[in-house]
């Protein structure tokens, strides 16, 4: 089935700094979601992206979807404490019309305060 | 988005012993899944529960270790059964808002198999 990469593993950052997670795939998506799972915590959705190129921002948090649709990022600016855990890509693994979901292997994020 | 509540939050458990995990859903909804997530690492489906059908399972879980019931659009129960210590797992419950749409999750389940 597909299988989405995503690097780094891990990711060190001093408040402040900006911070990037990438997600890959072999195969074009029909759609991205990305989750953030804090420490002791579950999943939560933080966006999806359909549209080949597509951007979309929270507030410092700023999404992408490839153009071919093979690739997705998540970029943080200014990093805070409160940004700390780990970050999932999640994509259908059936294409369009799936109602499952595969998760990249995330990205644990720590904020050196 | 639904809120999905789940229960027990954590237990340990003695080997050879069964568990069932209860997740209810604050609106009815097509599908619920369950995954396992072992500590620092990614989450791994086990199967996709649908209403009025048999689970679907995931290549390595079978029925007879993790038997899943779907009665209802709101409840689904996971039960681990015959627990070994390589079950020590967080188990977690999630709801889809239909194809290709976001899940959301429950609180998860610590399982300590002692």
């Known amino acids: 089935g597909q299988q989405v990469m995503q690097i780094p593993q891990y990711q060190h950052v001093q408040e402040g700094e900006d911070f990037t997670t990438y997600c890959n795939s072999s195969?074009?998506?029909?759609?991205i979601q990305w989750y953030k799972q804090r420490p002791g915590g579950h999943p939560v959705f933080l966006i999806q992206?359909?549209?080949?190129?597509e951007v979309k921002k929270q507030k410092r948090l700023t999404f992408q979807f490839g153009e071919a649709k093979k690739n997705s990022s998540l970029h943080i600016t200014a990093t805070q404490t409160t940004d700390v855990g780990t970050y999932f890509c999640a994509a259908p693994p059936g294409g369009a019309g799936s109602y499952q979901l595969t998760f990249g292997k995330g990205t644990k994020l720590s904020v050196i305060p | 988005s639904a809120v999905i509540s789940q229960k027990p939050s954590r237990d340990i458990c003695q080997r050879g012993t069964s568990l069932t995990i209860q997740c209810q859903v604050d609106s009815q909804v097509t599908m619920m899944f369950w995954y396992r997530q072992q500590p620092g690492q990614s989450l791994t489906l086990i199967a996709t529960a649908n209403q009025g059908s048999e689970a679907t399972y995931e290549s390595g879980f079978v029925i007879d270790k993790f038997p899943i019931s779907r009665p209802n659009l709101t409840f689904s129960t996971l039960t681990v059964s015959n627990m070994s210590p390589e079950d020590s797992s967080i188990y977690l419950c999630?709801?889809?808002?239909?194809?290709?749409?976001?899940?959301?999750f429950g609180d998860g389940t610590r399982l300590s198999i002692l």
């Open positions: 992206l359909v549209k080949s190129g």
């Open positions: 195969t074009t998506l029909s759609n």
């Open positions: 999630s709801a889809g808002e239909g194809a290709n749409q976001p899940q959301h």
